[in-house]
Structure formats: structure tokens, C-alpha cells
């Protein structure tokens, strides 16, 4: 059987250009008056009272490594990562444009913590490399990550060996092979069926399967910055997700459980204003469908699932809700 992977080159571009430079912050006081350089700024107010944090601007510089190391980086990450799949083939991904996610209308927009982060300078060389130099598709209208888990269903499917290949959390919902390559000894392989969660201080819940789909809808992630609580004004974290549905050993337990954690949140419909300015009235189930859509990766191009369609297919809601 031919083994094929295919790598997150949104990561692997990042991490490597981001590990090409070296980034330190010149410090201004409040007229102006340079301060002085720092590796960061908590270095620079550790030097300082807190209360006197806000008095002083700074600005970031980077100054990266000749081009051709970080690219010789790259090249390096790749081949260890398909060696490590023992794959015959290997392919990469970047994200492109249009990501459908972008025109949810969340309350907070999609990825909004992004904006204004300091990107390597040698970011868009560095993609350009692997698109050139690396079997690379870039996706539309979808992310990096929908195609890698698009290529592993297609291979859980046809009983096709293709492993994604990335430190993305959101691929261990996802059928097919999957490989990460700081947690992963080897690839693993994730079935149809429930899956599983686990829970500790240290890592928060993780899990697998389509049951680690359903406690990202609930959850959500700071990392992409989509709260499903966030409308309701109340904390959750992971302790409380995991204790929701941690006992949920059947498709039905784990709808019912979430569908019960949006109603009591949600138990009316909610006005609120969107991002993008507009305001929408929706009620606990187009919530859920909202933040569903952000946690699910793709299995195939086009591919929707539509919350309210499950719960009535599982006979969950209308005449037999329970909160």
C-alpha cells in the first residue's frame, strides 16, 4: 500500500520562519525618550512598578536569519516528518482565501485575536518556497487544516493509507489517519464511532473522535477566539466540558448533553450585534450551529451538517427537550 502524508504548511512555514529571527522590543517613555533594547516586554517591566507599565511604548524588531537557512530549515522539517510516517509521498497545504468561517456572524469574529500580531518577515518567502518546491495545494474557501482532514477521510473511506500531518488539535476529531509530530511516536489511526475525552490540570480536556467535535462546539478555543458562552456572559472552561459529556458513551447522549448545555445558556431566542455590525436574533440551536460550524473540519468539499437535522434525526429538542 502506498503511503502518502500531507503536511500543514501553515505551521511548518510559520514555525520556521518564526524560528529564523530573532525579535527584541526598543522601549519609549511617554515623551518619547528611548529607553533602551529588551528581548521582550516582560523583561522590560520586570524592571519597573506595575503601576507604572502603561507609561512606556514599544516597538517590535526582528531581524531574521539569511533566507536560505530558514528555508533549509523547512526542507528539514519535511523530510523528518515524512520519514517519520515511512510515507512514499508526501504532499503540503497552505490556507488561501475565502475561508468560510471568516463570514460567521459571531459575536466576536472569527480569528479577530490575530489581527495585529507581529508576523515573521520572512513569512510570505517561506510559503512561497513551499508552494513552489513542495506538492503544495492552497485552499479557497476553506483552511489548510479542512483539506489535510479531507484527504485523511478520503483515505479511511477507500482504505487508502493518507495521514495528515499537523500539531492542530482539531484534527483529532476527524476520521483517517493523523500524525503530530511533537505528541505522535507514529501516526495513529481514528475509526468511525463515538471516540473518546480525557481530562487533567495540566492539559485541559483532549480527545479524539466525533464525540472531541462536540465538546469543541461547546468548549470552543481560544487559539481561533470563538466562545460559545460568550452571548450567555458566563464562564466555562474545560473542566466543565469535559464533566458534561465524560460519561456520554452514544451519539445521542453526547447531542443531548450539548443541546441541554445550549438551552440552558440560551433558553430564548438572543438579539445581539455581530461583528460585522448587523443584528441577528437566533435561538440556542443556531447558536450551537454557529460555533459547530467553526470547531468541524471538512470530510469533502461542500460538506455541511446541519445541527437541527441531527437532533431530529436522534429525536432530540421540540416535544422531547429536557434541560
Known sequence: MTVETVIDGDLIAFKAAAAGEKRTVDVYDSSGKYIGEYKN??????????????????????????????????????????????????????????????EIPLPTKYKSNRKGTVRPLLLGDVREYIVNHHDCVVTDGYEADDYLSMRAFEGWKYNKKIIQTTLDKDSMQCKGWVFNWDKHEKPIYIDAGIGSLSWNVKDGVKGQGHIWLLAQSVL???????????????????????????????????????????KQWYPEPVTYTAWDGKEYTKDAVEI??????????????????????VLDKLNIGGNNEQI
Open 288 to 309: 450551537w450551529q454557529m460555533y459547530f460550524d467553526c470547531a468541524r473540519m471538512l470530510q469533502y468539499t461542500g460538506e455541511y451538517i446541519s445541527v437541527k437535522e
Open 41 to 102: 516586554r516582560t523583561e522590560f517591566k520586570a524592571t519597573i512598578p506595575k503601576e507604572q507599565h502603561n507609561e512606556y511604548e514599544f516597538k517590535d524588531i526582528q531581524r531574521p536569519e539569511p533566507i536560505e537557512n530558514v528555508l533549509h530549515t523547512v526542507k528539514k522539517m519535511i523530510a523528518g516528518i515524512a520519514e517519520k510516517c515511512e510515507a512514499d509521498e508526501y504532499f503540503t497545504a497552505l490556507s488561501g482565501k475565502n475561508n468560510f468561517r471568516d
Open 220 to 262: 470552543g478555543d481560544a487559539t481561533d477566539d470563538y466562545k460559545p458562552s460568550e452571548l450567555a456572559g458566563v464562564r466555562w472552561g474545560d473542566k466543565g466540558c469535559y464533566t458534561l459529556l465524560k460519561d456520554c458513551k452514544t451519539f445521542k447522549a453526547a447531542y443531548k448533553a450539548v443541546y441541554n448545555q445550549y
